[in-house]
T-cell receptor, first 111, second 117 residues
């Protein structure tokens, strides 16, 4: 079975500061990992995905994530956040058939 | 251009009155999903279609049904909405073909926010 744990429900950060949103997964098989962003009253938009290959994945809006198999983690990072990054971020794992989402992390960027 | 379109964006329905939510896609994807997302919670998969094959999650209440008349359209029917069914409903698509391999991602619509009064 697959599951995703997002360790922080809320992350406040000041504008231009770096941020890391944590995600850990459990799976008995090979996994494909995703980060999605959700703005208020919107659907989910793909930020980035890890399928195979390089463990450092770059996505849209300056975000990147690193896949760490030994720690079963897929943390999302951005070196300098903007007010417009305020949103909820979901980590997801897929096993080819379905997507399983974490409970989400609300990123609140303060001026 | 919108690729997964959900209508309406906001739906208010009366307790116990059947309601249908609509999803259409221009991606020609063979898989379509319906998720329920309650406030501050993760999206929860209700069911998905792989082509015409319907796959229900074990814990999806019987009150929720779905129809997929063709590749482009998928409907979510709630037969007797209760107050606990108020949520955002998300439709998503993906492609799962030999050519695509397992490297698929889900494309989401904007969601329909359902209010039950």
């Amino acid at each position: 079975a697959q599951s995703v744990t997002q360790l922080d429900s809320q992350v406040p950060v000041f504008e231009e500061a770096p941020v890391e949103l944590r995600c850990n997964y459990s799976s008995s098989v090979s996994v494909y990992l995703f980060w999605y962003v959700q703005y208020p009253n919107q659907g989910l938009q793909l930020l980035l995905k890890y399928l195979s290959g390089s463990t450092l994945v770059k996505g849209i809006n300056g975000f990147e994530a690193e896949f760490n198999k030994s720690q079963t983690s897929f943390h999302l990072r951005k070196p300098s956040v903007h007010i417009s990054d305020t949103a909820e971020y979901f980590c997801a794992v897929s096993n080819f058939n379905k997507f399983y989402f974490g409970s989400g992390t609300k990123l609140n960027v303060k001026p | 251009d919108a690729m997964v379109i959900q209508n309406p964006r906001y739906q208010v329905t009366q307790f116990g009155k059947p309601v249908t939510l609509s999803c259409s896609q221009t991606l020609n994807h063979n898989v379509m999903y319906w998720y329920q997302q309650k406030s501050s919670q993760a999206p929860k998969l209700l069911f998905h279609y792989y082509d015409k094959d319907f796959n229900n999650e074990a814990d999806t209440p019987d009150n929720f049904q779905s129809r997929r008349p063709n590749t482009s359209f998928c409907f979510l029917d709630i037969r007797s909405p209760g107050l606990g069914d108020a949520a955002m409903y998300l439709c998503a698509t993906s492609t799962r073909t030999i050519a695509a391999g397992p490297w698929f991602e889900a494309f989401f619509g904007q969601g329909t926010r359902l209010t039950v009064v």
